[in-house]
């Protein structure tokens, strides 16, 4: 789980782009179906993990795709591409 761990930590890259926002890069080798905990996505999105779940309650960002227990959930790593692309903050 380690090397895991360590793979996507190095195929994700935030890049400030202004003080108050930031861009994620997401590498195109990080496979699409890699499963993301709140806090991989929270730091990709520049979100705080409350902020993503008052977002997920209000519809104005995609609930998890993954559940992996009774309070474990993950997101893909392509439906979190998809989302920061349609939101105009991904640049590949």
Do not use: N, Y
């Amino acid at each position: 789980m380690q090397a895991h761990t360590t793979q996507i930590r190095k195929s994700i890259t935030i890049v400030p782009t202004t003080p108050a926002r930031t861009t994620a890069h997401i590498a195109p080798d990080l496979a699409d179906l890699t499963r993301l905990s709140i806090r991989q996505v929270s730091a990709l999105v520049g979100l705080c993990d409350q902020s993503i779940r008052d977002r997920i309650k209000s519809g104005r960002f995609p609930p998890a795709d993954h559940r992996d227990g009774p309070r474990c959930v993950r997101w893909s790593a392509g439906l979190i591409r998809r989302w920061l692309e349609s939101t105009g903050t991904a640049v590949q």
